[in-house]
């Protein structure tokens, strides 16, 4: 066992995953790459065999090469949508592929029906964030191997750096020509944004679309260019729309969410990062649409004008787009319906991949541009560790998504949310797992509070200089913690055994912390 | 919640948000509590304690009863936790604490 620097144990060899002393985090920025990226195999199609269309799934898989034992991704633009995840594993049990490893960026409730195919050892491993059921069967021990969950930008660097090779990339395409080219923008299954898809495509050995809506070469606009697909495959269905987009996304109107909105946009609009050309990050949940909510406000009452609006889309941002509020938006996933609209038809609203939306080994990706983020966490700790997979029982149930990539980007990251869930307190001695490292995150703010990471000095001294102290308070984070603990009195241990199922990777590849198996009985 | 003549159960409390529903039913046997929820992975210890503690008071106040407890709990603090118990309890043996 050794310790990282935020201090976990971690042990010199994980079975299934390999020797760490190498791989120990050692800081947000510590670890740098040397030498040359990894590609996928080199194809060559003549002008004779151009035709890459394909019937089904199960011709595509033969056509593909795949083989027992490889490496297959998926992307989740479709969300809880999706019929391709279940349909290609379906295909490959019934083909006798077995020993799969698959690397998808997030697996979600919908994919509970690959449950019996891990079982049975058609999937032997999962690399990628386990949403939901797959999480809970992981969590209790249902793999063998254990779950290695990647950020974002952390994923697509392991692509391009060599750490996963994929050998088969099977994308969701609502809309693909017969040459291959592909978007997400229109078609029945229109998802926007099919950026996490982009690395896959061009660093896969095989490269394989699967559409419901195939149309004549070339359609326009292209997000994936034909010249990295080998074929496509026709399918009934690639997705139900009700779970591929959400309808309007709406504010809170819990007035403790709306408390912590406001006093997060207050901090906001009290930093120097509120002035012109502001760019931000804000998500889809309820309180960080009403800090943009209020943003907006604000930003309108000052005279401000923002720059870019970053990551998971909304029609929030769209309308400031509109409004001349924002003046681009860098779409690496569309959220709601009107995201799907306004990529579709606004050049402003720009499709980036995750290497361009957040990985950390390239030449700059859109992260280290952001000034400020807000953030949710499942807890966080004293020292401003936060976690964001695992819940209180210590069951693996979320993914990284881009937290570790935007609070390590982000000049200004502030994590919001309610001080309690119920009886669970969200501040604690030591979070159960470290997802983010407390150096990158800069603000708590709660229903009590602002609490700031006394790192940033410069930000207590502005929110002491500004005028409002009402609407400004600032809480002690040691304050706020013997706060929570009188509401919710001790915390018992987390009831787990040593076996490790989960391994949490920082963005550059090194391990954060791990994550052990559940006892579910007392 | 009103079963109070020929009380063989009683509840109090609700499966809102911070707070919790509780049954208790009258039993020949040893005092039982269950309970369910998000919480008992961290505070089953405390849950069980609070419960004893508000039975232990109330029975050296009323005609003792012993009873079986059952907790769904959506994440009552302790002290939401006692006083339905206390109500739930009160409303089995038709109340007289005082």
Not at chain 1, 226 to 251: E, H, L, M, N
Not at chain 1, 309 to 333: A, C, H, N, P, S
Not at chain 1, 410 to 428: D, S
Request: glycine share 12%; with cysteine; charged share 20%.
């Amino acid at each position: 066992m050794t310790l990282n620097t935020v201090q976990r144990d971690i042990p010199s060899h994980i079975d299934g995953y390999g020797n760490t002393a190498e791989k120990l985090y050692s800081g947000a920025f510590e670890r740098m790459p040397e030498g040359f990226g990894r590609g996928g195999r080199i194809r060559a199609v003549t002008p004779n065999d151009r035709a890459k269309l394909l019937s089904g799934v199960s011709e595509a898989i033969s056509a593909s090469g795949l083989k027992s034992g490889m490496t297959i991704s998926f992307h989740h633009h479709l969300r809880n949508g999706d019929y391709i995840v279940n349909q290609v594993i379906e295909a490959c049990a019934s083909s006798g592929i077995r020993d799969l490893t698959i690397f998808p960026t997030a697996l979600f409730g919908i994919h509970k029906d690959i449950i019996p195919h891990i079982k049975r050892g058609v999937i032997r491993r999962i690399m990628g964030s386990v949403n939901g059921p797959i999480g809970a069967l992981v969590s209790e021990g249902g793999m063998e191997i254990p779950v290695v969950l990647r950020s974002h930008g952390g994923r697509a660097r392991a692509v391009m750096s060599g750490d996963v090779h994929i050998d088969v990339a099977f994308i969701a395409a609502p809309v693909a020509d017969i040459g291959g080219n592909i978007s997400g923008r229109i078609g029945k299954s229109a998802c926007g944004s099919i950026g996490y898809a982009f690395t896959d495509a061009l660093h896969a050995d095989c490269v394989v679309a699967l559409t419901d809506n195939l149309q004549h070469y070339p359609i326009a606009p292209v997000s994936i260019p034909g010249t990295c697909v080998d074929f496509v495959a026709q399918v009934g269905s690639i997705g139900d729309p009700a779970g591929i987009v959400s309808g309007t996304t709406r504010v809170t109107r819990d007035p403790l969410r709306l408390l912590i909105a406001k006093y997060a946009s207050k901090l906001i609009e009290t930093s120097q990062y509120f002035r012109d050309g502001i760019n931000f990050q804000t998500g889809a949940g309820g309180i960080p649409l009403a800090v943009t909510a209020f943003m907006k406000e604000a930003m309108k009452n000052r005279h401000i004008r923002g720059g870019f609006g970053l990551g998971g889309i909304t029609g929030y941002f769209v309308d400031m787009l509109k409004e001349g509020l924002l003046k681009k938006l860098m779409d690496v996933q569309s959220f709601d319906e009107e995201a799907v609209k306004s990529i579709a038809s606004d050049p402003r609203h720009i499709e980036i991949s995750a290497d361009w939306y957040a990985n950390p080994w390239n030449c700059g990706a859109a992260v280290n541009w952001l000034d400020v983020v807000i953030l949710g966490a499942t807890e966080l700790d004293t020292d401003f560790n936060a976690n964001v997979n695992t819940e209180a029982d210590g069951s693996l149930l979320h993914g990284i998504g881009g937290h570790q990539d935007t609070a390590a980007g982000a000049k200004l990251t502030i994590i919001a949310q309610p001080l309690m869930r119920g009886r669970i307190p969200c501040l604690v001695d030591k979070v159960h797992t470290v997802t983010t490292p407390g150096e990158v995150v800069d603000a708590l703010v709660t229903e009590y509070g602002i609490t700031i990471n006394p790192n940033r000095p410069d930000l207590i001294d502005a929110c002491k200089e500004a005028k409002g102290g009402d609407e400004l308070p600032l809480v002690p984070v040691d304050e706020l913690r013997a706060r929570a603990r009188e509401m919710s009195g001790a915390m018992e241990p987390v009831w787990q055994d040593e076996r490790i199922v989960g391994i949490v990777e920082w963005r550059d590849g090194t391990i954060i912390d791990v994550i052990r198996q559940i006892r579910s009985a007392r | 919640m009103t079963i109070r003549d020929n009380a063989r159960t009683a509840q109090a409390g609700t499966l809102e948000s911070m707070d919790c529903l509780v049954t208790v039913t009258e039993s020949t046997g040893e005092r039982q509590i269950e309970i369910s929820g998000a919480a008992v992975s961290r505070f089953a210890g405390a849950m069980t304690k609070k419960v004893n503690q508000v039975l232990d008071e109330l029975e050296g106040k009323t005609e003792a009863k012993s009873v079986v407890v059952s907790v769904q709990d959506n994440g009552a603090l302790d002290i939401v936790l006692g006083a339905r118990v206390e109500a739930a309890y009160l409303r089995l043996v038709g109340g007289g604490a005082s």
